[in-house]
């Protein structure tokens, strides 16, 4: 009899403790490994930990839930209730998500962050009517250039096999002769590997990831931009959690974003070392080459105040106040 009821007790509690634990799916497009995950999973370890348990982030690394440009309707329509995106992967959807894809406007971490200071309340803005949160974004390491050919100016692309991840990269491609070709990162080893592309844009940090030095040996370091992560969080989901859990995501998302700037910056070195150890060629552009980008640069910001309008001045007049 003692026995039937410690069971049914422990039973109870069981139901109880199930019914104030939420669980929420985190979709996420890059690898485990890649430094941005890693700082997603911190932040759920961080919020499981402040909150006893009562929320459960479970984060699904390399697209494996949601494909890279699914992944801000999932969170939007509640499918996930947080998930991280590439903003520039939306652009056109609205300009201003396109911003910090634009090269050479913000060039650096320092610019890169001051681009964001100027982007954040347009972005809150437009994800809350989106019945979105912005919890916290994080920078890619600077783009440069992949290629297997040597380059001294834009010239030398003309026909390269382009691998675009943003409208931004594929108009790069148009600009310099080159074919675009749409691949998101969880593709790009195969990509490379079945010759669907033979050159691209991206970090240090991709190019590690992805094992690029398998394929293609020369990195140009034209350092051109610096596109960000953003974590997004469904309100409703977020307005079901109970004050006490709502203030641990939103200081863990906070911590993430500082923790996550500085790992950028340490990943941008340790990967192109890594690079350089795996036989890949970093190599510092020509005055050509840099003079070419920087005018491609100009185009692009010309063509993105054209669509973006009077919202897109004001960004750019803010952040270079
Ligand atoms: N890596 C991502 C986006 C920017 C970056 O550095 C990619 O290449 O898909």
Redesign the pocket.
């Known amino acids: 009899m003692k026995l039937k009821y410690a069971l049914m007790a422990a039973a109870l509690t069981l139901s109880v403790s199930a019914m104030a634990q939420t669980k929420w799916d985190l979709p996420a497009a890059y690898p485990a490994s890649n430094f941005h995950t890693e700082n997603l999973v911190q932040f759920a370890k961080d919020v499981d930990k402040a909150t006893g348990g009562k929320l459960k982030i479970t984060v699904h690394a390399n697209a494996s839930l949601f494909k890279a440009p699914e992944i801000k309707r999932a969170v939007q329509q509640g499918q996930a209730q947080i998930g991280e995106i590439?903003l520039v992967n939306y652009q056109n959807e609205w300009q201003i998500f396109g911003a910090d894809g634009l090269p050479f406007l913000a060039d650096s971490y320092d610019e890169s962050m001051k681009l964001y200071k100027a982007q954040k309340p347009l972005l809150e803005k437009k994800l809350a009517e989106q019945g979105m949160m912005l919890l916290y974004t994080v920078a890619?390491?600077p783009?440069g250039i992949y290629t297997k050919r040597t380059l001294n100016s834009a010239a030398d692309m003309k026909g390269l096999k382009w691998r675009a991840?943003s409208p931004a990269t594929a108009r790069i491609a148009e600009l310099v002769g080159a074919q675009p070709v749409t691949v998101?990162?969880a593709e790009l080893s195969q990509a490379m590997a079945t010759g669907v592309v033979d050159s691209y844009m991206?970090?240090g940090?991709?190019g590690y990831d992805t094992k690029t030095y398998e394929h293609i040996k020369n990195w140009y370091d034209t350092q051109a931009w610096l596109?960000k992560n953003a974590v997004l969080v469904n309100r409703a989901a977020f307005d079901a959690l109970d004050k006490p859990t709502q203030a641990a995501v939103l200081k863990a998302g906070a911590e993430a974003e500082t923790r996550g700037w500085a790992a950028s910056k340490a990943e941008n070195t340790r990967t192109v070392n890594l690079l350089k150890q795996n036989g890949m060629n970093i190599i510092t552009p020509s005055p050509q080459l840099k003079a070419d980008m920087k005018k491609v640069g100009d185009t692009m910001l010309k063509e993105w105040l054209e669509k973006a309008g009077p919202e897109g001045q004001a960004l750019v007049d803010a952040y270079r106040k």
């Open positions: 590439l890619w390491p783009q991840y998101q990162a991206s970090s940090s991709t596109p």
